[in-house]
């Protein structure tokens, strides 16, 4: 979780989360770590500023609210001139100043401040522009937030829990102040920003801080190891003088006032125009010039960078939801040299219906200190990330001397699993930059079974394309990283070959013959999957199957063939990998652990040399600036996508040249009052970029349609946008995209489906948007030719495959479909042909799950939503309010939850139980109602609504119901 998200969770229903970035609070020399965030609540926006118990921020409870300041006519935020900062890594000075504070923050130089820093801008614009319309701006939703902050300060007072008085009392006095004195120290004290946290003194003396909270969170209250948490700044004590008001450069940066507002709130003109008439000078926020810093810095890093080698452990293991009942050493702790870098993976952490469902699992913390007590003892490692999603598990460790160059730390996880989301399959990620060299290392768990190659490859390719890091401005891919590990259970089998051939050549050590029969080495020859990657020799056994507590081959009844399932794979320049082994002395699960060492050559800075190539950058981009205009040639301004289909994404091609004689920087900018800079429908890669003089960057239009964004295509609204894309310095673009939906029977109504008689396609556009926008009306036109159905016939049609096919299949609601057979199974649903169901069930059962989930209306529909949730725990009550709602609906409702009684009669073929069917149907019959998506944020409220959703569909799975 980012910091973005910890503070959303604290957040009013209503209330979003626009940006956030770590931040210093400086008063004199005292510094203290704070979390500066940006929240809007209907069009206004307020600045919050917390305080942090520990730094990263991971969750809600790593924060707490300190004060919240309206962004509003008194609200000034003046920003150091870059010219003054030194190095590119130091910090960024920014003075905060209402009608009642006046405070002087620095914010961690980099693209986190600059979107900060533009989000802050675009707040100010807004407010002046609302503003001079007349519109009336009360901030109440703040004033709330101000007037509990004031009754917790004064209950915190009045119990000096902190002890604050005594230990002011022991602050040394120079002499004795005089009256006057006093009474301009109790001013003082009166205007002080935040005088709970920081007091001044009475006597002249430097004020003292309140000591902030060492607290840790669960994974952190490990004294008796030598495994530390990341640092937090909190205690850091380096010496800042506190500026004058004027020290921080022009106050003009978002100046406004009430008066001045008031005056030019009757007349018209644009919000540029405004500002210029108050004396408001737009700035160019500080942090924009970074990316144009560094992509010249980059240019030269041959010139103030440093090769250096630094050992890396790759390892993982798939343990088969054991405990960790054994020490990891023979794993983690075999090498002589202790590694620079660990990042150990985990699949199957935890097979519990619990963690699949819920995700929800002690064994994180079970096995995380399994793996601290594990590591080499001549050293002292720092967790640098943990991440999780149900079974697979990801920690990145670095010893302590190493944690101070490690930055831009991010996590992020992909659900492979049915539906595209479920965390039984999928891969989780950690990103960071060491030193100058940017690494991922990526943890996996591939669809199983040996036939399910295809699946794999799929699987891989959906980690590739959704895993995105967007805490930096543009996403951030997988490939777009110097150094890229990739491990976990891959699943890749040995195939072609009976069991019993296989284990004659693993008697004869006969490795390279066997391994022409290994799929992930022919998918990789066929280019198939894992481009540009590199694996090591393999000269170790298979690392599955085994029978669990010894080293003999699986002896199941199902006997599976011995394969090579567990891999570590690499990408990058400069890689050099000293050991690739597996570990047969830890016999608890089925499979056995796989370990690397590689040898990394990573970028490293002269710092004397870097400041002087930073500092004749500057020359040249000044002299630059002040000669020339940032000047684009783009080679197209409108864009049609012709015939765009449900799931099924359409592609084009943007160049953006720099034909002038400066760097630019662009980047695709929100129109006014959207929160975001396209529709839904369309994405934009990259959304934001650097480009130098004579160079061109592609941009890829993406229109694509999901469960997400059919429904509103489906009654008639147009694909029309239009992007704005910002030169910063230089002047806007205007590109016009457009095109066509093929409406698809994914994304309808039940009430317009049950009125279809024929194929989706074979219905009149018109006559198709009509019975979506108004449905009551469109009802008698249409049910003059024919009765309605009592379903409809998508549905019917994808359970009756099912119910004759799947019934016993296992994993039928586990396993995900491929992406081809969906497709297919669309325009058989869409056209009527062909007459029987293509794709194999788990792609049926897959697209029976989209269908749902995609209706414009959910099954139960949004307004019954909170009472079903209420009386989820009473059967009879759910009953009632289950005929309440839309005949056509309850319909459905009954005949799903009848098909999954039918499929609960085959419990021991198709390994399926009541309670993993009502978690997975009460999430789609229930959906969330928009705008209640924020009241739900917290991870263990969150647990208890999709408990409630799962008990109310589970009184109707295994109670029959009949009106």
Known sequence: MDASSAVQENLNPGERCVASVDATLVQDWLRSSRLLSIVDCAGEQALFIYTCSKTPVICADDITLETALPIKGDFVCNVES?????????????????NETDVVFELPFGSKATIFLNELNKAMGMFLQRASRGATLTFNWVERYRQQLQELSHDKAQQDFFGMNDFVAHVPSVEQPSTEQ??????????????????????????????????????????????????????????????SKDSRGSRDSFTTSTDDLQSESSGGGNVSDIMKGMGVTTPRPVGVRDGIVRLHMSKRDNEFTVMKPFRIFVGTWNVNGQVPSVHLGDWLSTDPEPPDIYAVGFQELDLSKEAFLFNDSPREDEWYRKVADSLPRKAIYKKVKLIRLVGMMLIVF?????????????????????????????????RLVFHNTTFIFVNCHLAAHVEEFERRNQDYNDICSRMLFKDFGSPIHISQHDVVFWLGDLNYRISEIS???????????????????????????????????????????????YDTGTDDWDSSEKGRAPAWCDRILYKGSCIEQLEYRNHMKLKISDHKPVSSIFNVQVKTTDQKKYKKVYEDVIRQLDRLENEFLPQVTLTKLDFIFNDVMFMEEQSQSLEVINSGQVPVQFEFINKLEDRSYCKPWLKVEPSMCFIMPGDKVEVQLIASVDKATAAPLNAGEKMEDILILHLDGGKDFFITVSGNYIPSCFGASI??????????????????????RDPQN????????????DIPKEIWMLVDHLFRYATKVNNLFNQGGLHTELLQIRDCLDTGVPDEMPGSVYSVAEALLIFIEALREP????????????????????????????????????????????????????????????????ELFLRTPPGQENASNRRQAAQQIARKKATFVYNFIINEYDE
């Not at 130091?90 to 003075?95: E, F």
């Not at 996880?413 to 990620?429: C, E």
Request: hydrophobic share 35%; net charge negative.
């Open 82 to 98: 870059e010219s003054s900062i030194a190095l590119p890594g130091a910090d960024v000075p920014v003075r905060i100043t209402t």
């Open 182 to 243: 006093l009474q301009d120290n109790n001013q003082q004290q009166q205007d002080w920003p935040w005088s709970s946290i920081i007091t001044p003194t009475t006597d002249g003396t430097t004020p003292v801080v309140l000591p902030e909270s060492e607290g840790f969170g669960f994974e952190d209250n490990f004294a008796d190891l030598s495994v530390k948490e990341m640092p937090s700044d909190n205690n850091s004590q380096r010496p800042l003088s506190h500026a």
């Open 398 to 430: 670095a010893k302590e001397e190493h944690v101070e160059h490690i930055t831009e730390v991010a996590a992020e996880t992909v659900g492979t699993g049915i539906m595209g989301k479920m965390g039984n399959k999928g891969g989780v990620g950690v």
């Open 499 to 545: 069991c019993d051939d296989v284990k004659q050549m693993l008697n004869k050590n006969a490795f390279n013959k066997l391994f022409e029969f290994d799929q992930l080495n022919n998918q990789m020859r066929n280019q198939k999957v894992f481009h540009n990657f590199t694996e090591g020799q393999i000269n170790f056994l298979p690392t599955y199957k």
């Open 751 to 772: 009430e317009a489906l049950v009125r279809m008689h024929g194929p989706i396609r074979e219905i009149p556009q018109d006559l198709l948007f009509e019975m979506e």
């Open 778 to 789: 469109s009802m008698k036109s249409v049910e003059a030719q024919f009765q309605a159905f």
């Open 859 to 922: 099954v139960i529909p949004y307004a019954y939503y909170n009472k079903c949730l209420d009386c989820a725990n009473n059967f009879v009550l759910c009953k009632q309010v289950l005929l309440q709602i839309p005949r056509s609906h309850r319909n459905v409702f009954k005949y799903l939850t009848a098909f999954t009684r039918e499929l609960l009669l085959y419990p021991q073929e198709n390994k399926l139980d009541g309670k993993t069917l009502a978690t997975l149907f009460g």
